[in-house]
């Protein structure tokens, strides 16, 4: 037994559950490009998940606040990209693809920027007299939630909104026999390029150390007199931005997006970092594929079972492990 | 966040108390004394929304626990009732049994969610609860068969209860009129709401008042003292979280009861804990009387604040952006504001900030 979990261990331990589940989706579903297909969906979901959480989970990590308004910029930042489409539309009809891509990449980043001043904001005003208060915290931080949910309705209305997609990531590959629409591989390669990007940041820089640092011990990072209040900032804007270009992907994603796109969304953020465990980027990113993997399969396999399988997913996770499968060390 | 300790001769705990009987004595007489359906109607509500108030202020307030699945319960409650009403049709015994189901799957639920999450930090708590509370609501919209999914449950209630049913008939067998009002089933429905929530809010002071509700605060102040003390915090939590819960059940039936009508908007969908959640803030955390004061404020500005707000859209119609902001739909847009602004600066509530401000 010790032998068997040791191997485990070494080769990634908790890292292994998603190839563990899609390794037992494989023989439930049976047909390998039914398995093919949802596995690239799942991974592509995942990922789009991945951008809007791992900014929730790494300011709860930093300076232990949890933002109930986070889904706010996911809404905010799909329907900023949805307006900027919708005013490039020209661009996007056209057959080039330099225009297409500029399109798209004005308008991931108008919403990443938007996500970024909106963060500022949202800290120096709604999170900042707050800190250290965790009741009043998730008070305060739902009243933004109520007020950014009306101010969206009011400005963009509450009919559902068409995002029109760039021409070169519409339609599908042919792998096999299975087809594996484009814009899913686009939002994984996305997805990854932006988590080798913040490991990279977290694991390899001055600011990353800081910031690791400032999870596991914030007084004492204090004490040696960096200012961490300020990198507390840009951690809030940078996972703001984060979620802001998962909004913009997702937006693009569901092609219609509606006003209550947040609070669907904000639940499976919260899953996902619950079961990856909080303050963590890794841990983050193993809930989100988790998630994404689980609701891809258990939609195909059982279609009623859909919608409360992120819920059961959940629950076992947290009876095995109550603090979430890879948590920052606290 | 400190409770009102306060002394019996205190001026503002005095203020705080006649406010609350006044309400509760307009409660008592409000087919009396408003006698249009919807003032009625108001009324059956504000005495609703005091219980469910109140007992979500027993684990927010006194407790320290946030949960988001306080309408899942109210759910749990009224969707006992409607369903079992629309199976075996009219009469007291499905009231009875719904009220049972519903309590029975409220405490099951409670204990589960309570056991599992309630050890770990009251973060994650508060996120289960909304996962939990959300994946409820889906349910109830998608078990159509069993719920009416979004069209919700119409059915009939005990004949004492029906507008056409005779209380007291006068010499000509006609419904007879006390100082105008007729004594008809409304009548009787009204009188149901009022003496239920008014029995379960009674409980719930004597639970506040007693021992467990000493120990509750120490736990709030203090998990790791009372815990040293020798108290089992886990078990404590889990078990008001339950009474919580049952309370919010009970509410419900009696409330699917006077409407008549069930469906995810009246009992399940998240605005309603938006609304409790901000009753709660306005009246006061902490205090039993602050949740009467706050569910009433909030309904009166639910029933009466969107007719203002459309006149204010109608007057700024020439400036961009205002009237919208301004349209009776985006009332919760200013309920958010002012409760932020409630949250920084009176965290005490209404209720609170008067008994402390006056007791020096």
């Known amino acids: 037994m010790t032998n068997i979990s040791d191997l485990v261990t070494r080769a990634g331990g908790v890292f292994l559950l998603p190839v563990a589940v899609a390794i037992v989706a494989f023989f439930l579903i049976g047909v390998p490009s039914s398995w093919l297909t949802l596995t690239i969906a799942g991974l592509a979901m995942g990922m789009m998940i991945f951008l809007m959480a791992s900014g929730l989970s790494l300011v709860f990590g930093l300076m232990d606040v949890l933002n109930f308004g986070h889904s706010a910029f996911v809404s905010f930042g799909a329907f900023v990209a949805a307006s900027v489409l919708a005013w490039l539309s020209g661009w996007l009809g056209s057959p080039s693809v330099i225009l297409n891509s500029l399109a798209l990449i004005l308008a991931i980043a108008a919403a990443v920027v938007f996500g970024l001043g909106a963060g500022w904001f949202f800290e120096r005003v709604i999170v900042k007299p707050v800190y250290h208060d965790h009741l009043r915290q998730i008070l305060i931080t739902m009243g933004a939630l109520i007020v950014a949910e009306q101010m969206i309705l009011a400005i963009w209305g509450g009919a559902p909104v068409s995002v029109p997609r760039p021409h070169f990531l519409e339609g599908s590959i042919i792998i096999g026999d299975a087809s594996v629409e484009i814009y899913r591989i686009f939002a994984f390669c996305l997805g990854a390029a932006v988590y080798v990007a913040l490991h990279v940041l977290l694991n390899r820089t001055r600011i990353g150390l800081l910031i690791r640092a400032g999870v596991e011990n914030r007084e004492m990072v204090e004490a040696l007199g960096f200012r961490i209040d300020r990198l507390f900032i840009g951690v809030f804007m940078l996972g703001s931005g984060l979620a802001a270009m998962g909004g913009a992907m997702w937006a693009g994603y569901e092609t219609l997006i509606t006003p209550a796109l947040g609070a669907e969304m904000m639940i499976i953020v919260f899953i996902v970092v619950i079961i990856g465990g909080l303050g963590s980027i890794q841990g983050t990113l193993l809930g989100a594929i988790m998630v994404g993997l689980f609701a891809n399969y258990v939609g195909f396999l059982a279609p009623k079972m859909a919608l409360a399988s992120n819920m059961i997913l959940m629950m076992v996770i947290l009876l095995w492990r109550p603090s979430g499968l890879a948590p920052a060390v606290k | ?360």
């Open chain 2, 1 to 360: 966040m400190n409770t009102a300790v306060t002394h019996p001769a205190n001026k503002g705990d005095l203020i705080v108390k006649a406010i609350v009987l006044v309400i509760a004595a307009a409660l008592l007489f409000a087919p009396f004394l408003f006698q249009d359906v919807r003032s009625v109607e108001v009324a059956a509500r504000i005495c609703i929304f005091v219980v469910l108030v109140a007992s979500y202020d027993l684990l927010i307030g006194y407790t320290g626990i946030v949960s988001f699945a306080h309408t899942m319960f109210f759910g749990f409650g009224a969707y006992g009732v409607a369903i079992l009403l629309k199976q075996m049709g009219p009469g007291w015994g499905p009231v009875v049994l719904g009220t049972l189901a519903g309590v029975t799957v409220s405490i099951i639920v409670a204990t589960l969610i309570g056991l599992l999450s309630l050890r770990v930090k009251a973060i994650f708590f508060a996120m289960i609860t909304l996962a939990a509370a959300s994946v409820v609501l889906v349910l109830a919209s998608q078990l159509s068969g069993f719920t009416g999914g979004e069209d919700g449950i119409t059915y009939r209630v005990p004949d004492l209860f029906k507008p056409a049913t005779k209380l007291m008939v006068d010499e000509d067998g006609k419904v007879l009129r006390i100082l105008g009002v007729k004594m008809n089933g409304k009548l009787a429905a009204y009188y149901f709401v009022f003496l239920t929530c008014f029995i379960l809010f009674l409980f719930l002071l004597r639970v506040v008042a007693s021992p467990l509700g000493t120990v509750l605060e120490a736990i709030r102040e203090n998990e790791g003292r009372a815990e040293g003390i020798g108290y089992r915090v886990v078990a404590y939590r889990t078990f008001v979280f339950c009474l919580a819960a049952t309370m919010a059940s009970i509410a419900g039936s009696v409330y699917a009861v006077w409407l008549k009508y069930t469906g995810p908007d009246t009992a399940l969908s998240f605005a309603i804990m938006i609304d409790i959640l901000l009753m709660v803030v306005i009246g006061g955390m902490g205090t039993m009387w602050g949740a009467v004061i706050g569910a009433t404020l909030m309904v009166l500005a639910q029933y009466y604040l969107r007719d203002l707000m459309a006149v204010a859209s109608e007057a700024t119609s020439a400036i961009p952006l205002l009237p919208d902001l301004l349209a009776p739909d985006r009332w919760l847009f200013w309920l958010g504001i002012i409760f932020i602004l409630l949250v920084y600066f009176f965290p005490a509530g209404l209720a609170g900030t008067i008994m402390k401000k006056e007791s020096h």
